[in-house]
């Protein structure tokens, strides 16, 4: 292990060989110590980033009311959609759960990998793909399940063949990444007892990194982008741009309908990298709407948002670092591994960081519904049109068949955007405040 590289300073100074054991131990104390010290005051900085840069009070609005712009008709459809949804997805978060709890807290993952030869990165690579093997098959009849749900909407345009393809590449990417982490990690860990240091650094620049080349790398393995075609909405976007202070030099067009009839746009990458996407579904409905919906998304590029939430995502890496330094003694135990450097223990690596995210999970929407909605309040800012803003939330409510009225629970674990009628209730006070007039 690598304690033996303290050991030679303990000759000659007289004391025993127990005493040499209280001194490692005593060694290992400090050490945990420097770690939990440092992950409380990162802790405490992220929250205080997160406190003071989040836009807590936008507008005071009235109660969100769907029946008020939902015909009961598309009520009823939303809620027979969340109904036939919330099944799977529940599902899939309990055996999520479960299954990390499993990698966690027992020799499972360890054993699953037990039999793999070679050096020990050939293992560690080997060891994520059979653990992402198990796990994603395991996974595999939910998400059946869930798209054959979508198809029977009219939500999904895809076949299984292209559907089994997007799976596939997803878990590519994901498998790539995971492999670099955990080589990067290991690698650390067999040489530096203070690895969470130089782990936590690596976690923060991978993070960095990943949010920079991910719409130049990553996102055209999913979709083809064109640059918006010359016309009318084009000239329009780029003046609104333009009027907003918002350097754009283009606007991309996904080809989404080949997975889906959703309508969406974003915002990814930042510096160099900067884009703002819109799906071609989106390009049907009026060019007012679309202009709205852009109008949203300069709101995200004129706040930098995706700067930001990349800082705080970094600054959660380093935090996540640093605990697993923290709590893999006990798992190490459970689990049956030697060390964290144990090619063995990518299973039990791989559960903790799905607890850390699933954990991370509603504090993440709790901050993107309030950033969401200084975005909505941008484009009703930019364009001073709330009755068009209300009539494109209409519109991707109904088309997307979102959830109306999501109850808290729903609401806290998934929802990253304030719901329709919330969003739609604050297009009606600005416009109040604004004395702008709307139906
Ligand atoms: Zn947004």
């Not at 992402?132 to 395991?138: D, G, K, N």
Request: hydrophobic share 50%.
């Amino acid at each position: 292990m690598d304690v033996h590289a303290q050991e030679g300073q303990g000759h000659g100074d007289g004391i025993s060989v127990n005493g040499d054991g209280a001194r490692e131990a005593a060694d290992e104390t400090r050490l945990r110590r420097q770690a939990a010290v440092a992950a409380v005051v990162l802790g405490l900085i992220i929250v205080a980033v997160a406190a003071f840069s989040t836009p807590w009070h936008l507008l005071a609005s009235g109660p969100p009311d769907p029946a008020r712009d939902f015909t009961a008709a598309q009520i009823a459809r939303a809620e027979a959609f969340d109904t036939a949804t919330t099944v799977p997805s529940y599902l899939s978060l309990a055996l999520t759960l479960v299954i990390a709890g499993l990698l966690v807290a027992t020799p499972l993952g360890a054993k699953a990998v037990r039999w793999l030869k070679g050096p020990w990165w050939v293992r560690v690579v080997l060891g994520v793909v059979v653990i992402t093997v198990i796990v994603e098959l395991l996974k595999l009849p939910l998400g059946i399940w869930f798209e054959t749900t979508l198809r029977g909407y009219g939500l999904s345009t895809q076949d299984w063949g292209s559907w089994a393809g997007d799976r596939l590449k997803n878990i590519g990417v994901e498998t790539f990444l995971l492999c670099l982490m955990l080589l990067v990690l290991m690698a650390l860990a067999r040489r530096i007892r203070r690895w969470w240091i130089p782990a936590a650094a690596g976690a923060f620049v991978l993070t960095v990194a990943m949010s920079f080349i991910y719409p130049v790398v990553f996102e055209p393995l999913f979709n083809d982008f064109t640059p918006m075609r010359q016309g009318a909405l084009r000239v329009s976007l780029l003046s609104m741009a333009q009027r907003d202070g918002v350097p754009v030099e283009d606007v991309l067009i996904a080809d989404a309908s080949r997975r889906t009839t959703a309508l969406n746009a974003y915002v990814s990458g930042f510096g160099a990298t900067r884009r703002i996407v819109v799906y071609d579904t989106l390009l049907k409905a009026p060019m007012r709407e679309v202009e709205l919906v852009v109008a949203h998304e300069l709101g995200h590029a004129k706040h930098n948002d995706v700067l930001y939430g990349t800082f705080v995502g970094a600054l959660g890496a380093a935090l996540g670092a640093m605990l697993l330094f923290l709590v893999f003694e006990p798992v190490r135990r459970r689990t049956g591994v030697t060390s964290i450097g144990d090619p063995r223990a990518v299973g039990a690596i791989m559960g903790l960081m799905t607890i850390g995210s699933l954990i991370m999970g509603p504090a993440q929407n709790l901050v993107s519904r309030h950033i969401e909605a200084r975005a909505d309040l941008h484009a009703l800012d930019l364009t001073r049109d709330p009755a068009t803003f209300i009539a494109m939330q209409k519109r991707l409510a109904v088309t997307n068949v979102s959830d109306l009225s999501p109850d808290a629970v729903e609401y806290v674990l998934y929802a990253s955007h304030p719901s329709t009628p919330e969003r739609i209730a604050m297009a009606r006070a600005w416009a109040t405040l604004n004395g702008v007039p709307v139906q």
